[in-house]
Each structure stands twice: as C-alpha cells, then as structure tokens.
C-alpha cells in the first residue's frame, strides 16, 4: 500500500501543478480580453480560471483517499 500511496501523492502535485498552470493561463487570457477589450476573451479566462480553481481543489482531496 505504501507504493500505491507514493503514487497518490505525485498524482496529487501533478494536480495542482496542472491547475495552478490553468488558473496563470487563465489570467492571461483574462488581461488580453481586457486589453482588446473583447467579451469572449474575458468570458474565456474568467472560466479557465474559475476551472483551475476546481482542478486545484481535486488535487488537494486526493490527500483524502486512504487505503
């Protein structure tokens, strides 16, 4: 159990690596809408950073799961 737990746990950064990288391109994509002013784009952001805070949130309870 205790490799399947390693393995939780690299799953686990892997995670909210991948979220935090999609909540930084999802300020990009926000500051770009902002700057041409375009509404998709700031839509598109604001979701994508709304989304990483999601992906950020799973990875953090795959802590949760014990076996």
């Known amino acids: 159990m205790d490799t399947f737990?390693?393995?939780?746990?690299?799953?686990?950064k892997g995670?909210?690596?991948f979220?935090?990288?999609w909540v930084?391109?999802?300020?990009v994509v926000l500051g770009s809408g902002l700057k041409d002013k375009t509404a998709p784009d700031i839509k598109q952001g604001i979701g994508q950073m709304c989304g990483g805070a999601v992906i950020i949130l799973a990875g953090a309870m795959i802590s949760?799961?014990?076996f």
């Open 19 to 21: 979220g935090t990288f």
């Open 64 to 66: 949760n799961i014990h």
């Open 5 to 12: 737990n390693e393995v939780l746990s690299v799953a686990q």
């Open 24 to 27: 930084v391109w999802g300020l």
């Open 15 to 17: 995670v909210i690596a």
